[in-house]
């Protein structure tokens, strides 16, 4: 996946309606193309199409029990967000993982969101949100359930879009949630291998603590070190696994560990 491509994927503007019944043939194409391209994206980020492996209209008419147009319209809008790579008329493939993808994303998102973070704890977030927060670092999951893996995934997105909600920028509000899908499907190749429910429930909770008290620099510290813990544990798992035979090593550097503590010098998923 391309800078290009990544940016690009930034401006898809979102369809997060509910899908409608109506008796207008065009209408219920459009709702059939926006499920197909539901279905075939979820399937892509959480890993049950797998980077690299061929598809073809067919294949996917028969998986999803959807016509040919409705997926031919979702297989558009996927190529154009990078996720999906056209070979020719016929067939296609998900687009492969590789380091550079990983590096591209996690280095827009320590950009981003640390300073998201801490615009955030420069207001005070109301006391339902602040609760929900501390309710979703207490997450975990288990390496042998799939299930887990999503639900664990969707807590992270959910706790990261929670906070930079409160940055007071729409825009980069909106730029992050689509880096935050983006990384759904990278952060899974991740956390497959590698239970980090610890890391996870201890640095969540101690950047909800450095929100709460409106500690915006502890928060972005936090956030920092997480996200580099992130990328760390991405590469590690895309240099190991033997099905991602396209992942591009050259330039690969991997960060220094890091050690889960309570500690102000432990600075986030």
Same mark, same amino acid.
């Given at each position: 996946?391309?800078?290009?491509?990544?940016?690009?994927?930034?401006?898809?503007?979102?369809? +997060?309606?509910?899908?409608?019944?109506?008796?207008?043939?065009?209408?219920?194409?459009?709702?059939?193309?926006?499920?197909?391209?539901?279905?075939?994206?979820?399937?892509?980020?959480? &890993?049950?199409?797998?980077?690299?492996?061929?598809?073809?209209?067919?294949?996917? =008419?028969?998986?999803?029990?959807?016509?040919?147009?409705?997926?031919?319209?979702?297989?558009?809008?996927?190529?154009?967000?990078?996720?999906?790579?056209?070979?020719?008329?016929?067939?296609?493939?998900?687009?492969?993982? =590789?380091?550079?993808?990983?590096?591209?994303? &996690?280095?827009?998102?320590?950009?981003?969101?640390?300073?998201?973070?801490?615009?955030?704890?420069?207001?005070?977030?109301?006391?339902?949100?602040?609760?929900?927060?501390?309710?979703?670092?207490?997450?975990?999951? +288990?390496?042998?359930?799939?299930?887990?893996?999503?639900?664990?995934?969707?807590?992270?997105?959910?706790?990261?879009?929670?906070?930079?909600?409160?940055?007071?920028?729409?825009?980069?509000?909106?730029?992050?949630?689509?880096?935050?899908?983006?990384?759904?499907?990278?952060?899974?190749?991740?956390?497959?291998?590698?239970?980090?429910?610890?890391?996870?429930?201890? =640095?969540?909770?101690?950047?909800?603590?450095?929100?709460?008290?409106?500690?915006?620099?502890?928060?972005?510290?936090?956030?920092?070190?997480?996200?580099?813990?992130?990328?760390?544990?991405? =590469?590690?798992?895309?240099?190991?696994?033997?099905?991602?035979?396209?992942?591009?090593?050259?330039?690969?550097?991997?960060?220094?560990?890091?050690?889960?503590?309570?500690?102000?010098?432990?600075?986030?998923?």
């Amino acid at each position: 996946m391309r800078v290009q491509r990544i940016i690009a994927s930034m401006h898809r503007i979102s369809q +997060e309606g509910s899908d409608r019944q109506s008796g207008d043939p065009d209408e219920r194409s459009v709702n059939l193309g926006e499920q197909a391209y539901r279905l075939i994206r979820s399937d892509i980020l959480f &890993y049950q199409l797998t980077p690299g492996s061929r598809i073809s209209e067919p294949l996917l =008419t028969a998986r999803f029990h959807l016509g040919k147009a409705a997926v031919r319209s979702a297989l558009m809008r996927l190529v154009q967000e990078g996720l999906v790579d056209k070979t020719d008329e016929r067939s296609a493939r998900i687009a492969p993982l =590789t380091l550079k993808d990983v590096r591209d994303i &996690y280095g827009l998102r320590i950009l981003l969101e640390p300073r998201a973070a801490e615009s955030a704890a420069a207001v005070t977030l109301s006391e339902s949100d602040l609760e929900r927060l501390r309710k979703i670092s207490l997450s975990r999951y +288990e390496l042998t359930s799939h299930v887990d893996l999503v639900d664990f995934l969707q807590a992270n997105r959910q706790f990261n879009l929670i906070v930079t909600s409160y940055c007071g920028n729409e825009r980069l509000a909106a730029t992050i949630k689509q880096l935050q899908d983006l990384t759904l499907r990278i952060l899974y190749v991740g956390i497959r291998s590698l239970n980090v429910s610890e890391w996870f429930q201890s =640095t969540h909770q101690q950047i909800v603590n450095a929100i709460a008290t409106r500690d915006g620099a502890r928060a972005a510290a936090l956030w920092t070190t997480d996200l580099r813990y992130g990328e760390q544990l991405i =590469t590690k798992a895309l240099m190991t696994l033997p099905e991602l035979s396209e992942v591009n090593l050259v330039g690969a550097s991997l960060p220094t560990s890091f050690a889960v503590s309570g500690s102000k010098s432990n600075d986030h998923q």
